[in-house]
């Protein structure tokens, strides 16, 4: 079967650094996604790893272990506004051709003053 | 900008009605997405499109279909809703597949009575 699990909560403090992981088992693997979304809000692409490292984009970074089968998402400089679910997704490779994204669970991230 | 435009944002339905959802995107995306949300659980795919004209199930397809009859136009249709399918509903939109971002719409929360 395939899982991918990622933690349900996290709590950080404004200015801090926090890592939210993403662990998966599966077969067909492709790369790896994550996404923010706001309460009640559209999810947001941050990033997105193809291959193993660590891609920078301003405050977040994302990384990739396929060896590991693990990657994370790591949040700098925290804000206030960064209070939101976070999710992972890993592309897989589908029937045919075809390549399906699996979404996580979510991991809430609270920040505090 | 409008990216990608949901209609309706809110609706409430008996068990048994039909409607359908209607998603626009403005970006000359060649793939779309429906999905469905629900309290502590990630994104779940319902159907997808490739390209105009074209149309495939995800992992929750039953109890709805889908149309793609124009490039700019992913339409969600439940033809006899069910209380089951109370959630809120995503449309998104990529240029291609596979790691590609999705841009998501602002969602519709259906009600299902």
């Known amino acids: 079967g395939q899982s991918l699990e990622q933690p349900s909560e996290v709590t950080a403090v404004e200015g801090a650094i926090v890592q939210i992981n993403c662990t998966y088992q599966?077969?067909?693997?492709?790369?790896l996604s994550w996404y923010q979304q706001h309460d009640g809000g559209a999810p947001t692409f941050l990033s997105y790893?193809?291959l193993d490292g660590l891609e920078e984009t301003g405050r977040f970074s994302s990384f990739l272990s396929r060896s590991d089968s693990y990657g994370y998402l790591l949040l700098q400089e925290l804000q206030m506004k960064d209070s939101a679910s976070y999710f992972c997704?890993?592309?897989?490779?589908?029937?045919?051709?075809?390549?399906?994204?699996?979404w996580g669970l979510g991991t809430s991230l609270a920040v505090n003053p | 900008n409008a990216g990608v435009t949901q209609t309706p944002k809110f609706r409430v339905l008996k068990t048994g009605q039909s409607m359908t959802l209607l998603c626009a995107q403005d970006?000359?995306?060649?793939?779309m997405y429906w999905y469905r949300q629900d309290p502590g659980m990630g994104l779940r795919l319902i159907h997808y499109?490739?390209?105009?004209?074209?149309?495939a199930k995800g992992e929750v397809p039953d109890g709805y279909n889908v149309s793609r009859l124009k490039k700019q136009n992913f339409l969600l249709g439940l033809e006899s809703a069910a209380p089951s399918q109370t959630s809120v509903y995503f449309c998104?939109?990529?240029?291609?597949?596979?790691?590609?971002?999705?841009?998501f719409g602002d969602g519709t929360r259906l009600s299902i009575l």
């Open positions: 998104a939109s990529s240029y291609r597949g596979g790691l590609q971002p999705q841009h």
């Open positions: 970006m000359n995306h060649e793939y």
């Open positions: 499109s490739v390209g105009e004209g074209t149309t």
């Open positions: 599966t077969s067909g693997f492709y790369g």
């Open positions: 790893n193809a």
């Open positions: 997704a890993v592309l897989l490779r589908g029937i045919g051709n075809n390549r399906k994204l699996i």
